[in-house]
C-alpha cells in the first residue's frame, strides 16, 4: 500500500500494466488537474479506480468506475480545503480500508464497531470539541511576536494530521507554511518561531528556545507547562478515534489563529 500526492503519482507511480492495482482517489471537487490526469493514466493502464468525493458530479466522478460520496455541505463549493470534509474523509477511509481488511479475515473488528458508534454520536462530539475549544481558548500569545511559523511531527500514530493543519495555517497567513519531522526542525535552531506540533511524544519538547511558542496537539502526558509551552491534549484511547479527535483540533486551533490574526 502506498499512499502518494497525485502529481508524484504520474511520474513514479505508474506502470504498462497495472490490472492488479486498486488507486483509491480522495477529493473534494474532484476538478483538480493532478488528480485527474492520474486517475486517467491509471485507468487506462488497467487499475480499478474509486474516489472518495465530496462533491457530486465533480470532473473526477466520470473518469473513475465508483465513487463514494462524502456529500458535506451544499453541493456548491465555498471553500478549498473543507474542514468537515477532511474529517469525513478520515472516517469513511478508516470504512474503506476496514471493509477490505474484512474480505480477508472474514469479520469486522469489534473494536471498530465501538468505535464507530461512538463516532455517530452527536453528544461525543459536542463534548469533543467543548473539550477541546476550552484547552485551546487558554493558548494566551502574541502572534505579532513570530516571525516565523512550523508544522512539526514525528512517527506518532496521528501525525498523519500535520499536513492539514499545515494547509489551514497557510490559509490563515496567505503563504506556505513549513512542515517537517522533528529530527530535521531539531537541526534548524529556529528562534522567534510559532512551533506546532501534532504527535504523541511530548518528551521531544525539553528543549525549548525562550523565544519560540510551541503549541503541542497530543495525546502524551506531562504534567508541567511552561510560559511559552501549550499543550492541546487529546484523551482518545485508540487510532480512529485519536485520530478523528486530532483533526477537531487542529481545525479549532486553525480558526483560533485566524482570530488572533484578525
Known amino acids: 500500500v502506498e499512499a502518494t500526492v497525485a502529481s508524484e503519482g504520474s511520474g513514479f507511480h505508474l506502470s504498462e500494466n497495472m490490472n492488479d492495482t486498486i488507486v483509491v482517489i480522495i477529493a473534494q471537487s474532484g476538478t483538480t488537474i493532478d488528480t485527474n490526469v492520474f486517475a486517467r493514466l491509471a485507468k487506462n493502464r488497467g487499475a480499478h479506480t474509486i474516489a472518495l468525493v465530496n462533491k457530486k458530479d465533480g470532473d473526477v466522478t466520470f473518469i473513475v468506475e465508483n465513487n463514494l460520496y462524502l456529500g458535506n455541505g451544499r453541493d456548491i463549493e465555498m471553500s478549498v480545503p473543507s474542514t468537515k470534509t477532511y474529517t469525513c474523509h478520515l472516517v469513511l477511509g478508516f470504512i474503506f480500508s476496514e471493509q ?43 502572534i505579532l511576536d513570530y516571525t516565523n511559523w512550523v508544522v512539526v511531527f514525528d512517527d506518532s500514530v496521528n501525525s498523519l494530521n500535520a499536513m492539514e493543519l499545515r494547509i489551514k495555517l497557510s490559509e490563515c497567513c496567505y503563504k506556505a507554511i513549513p512542515y517537517m519531522h522533528f529530527k530535521n526542525f531539531e537541526k534548524m535552531h529556529l ?15 525539553t528543549k525549548k528556545h525562550p523565544s519560540n511558542y510551541y503549541i503541542l496537539i497530543s495525546s502524551g502526558k506531562r504534567n508541567n507547562e511552561l510560559k511559552n509551552l501549550k499543550i492541546v491534549r487529546l484523551n482518545s484511547k485508540n487510532f480512529i478515534s485519536l485520530n ?16 488572533k490574526i484578525d
Open 100 to 142: 477490505i481488511l474484512s474480505i480477508y479475515s472474514k469479520k469486522i473488528k469489534k473494536l471498530f464497531i465501538e468505535t464507530s458508534k461512538q463516532l455517530i454520536s452527536a453528544n461525543y462530539i459536542n463534548n469533543l470539541i467543548k473539550t477541546l475549544n476550552l484547552e485551546i481558548n487558554k493558548i494566551k500569545f502574541n
Open 244 to 259: 478523528v479527535e486530532t483533526s477537531l483540533a487542529l481545525q479549532l486551533l486553525s480558526y483560533n489563529i485566524s482570530e
Open 191 to 205: 528562534t522567534q518561531c510559532l512551533v506546532f506540533y501534532v504527535g504523541s511524544k511530548i518528551e521531544l519538547f
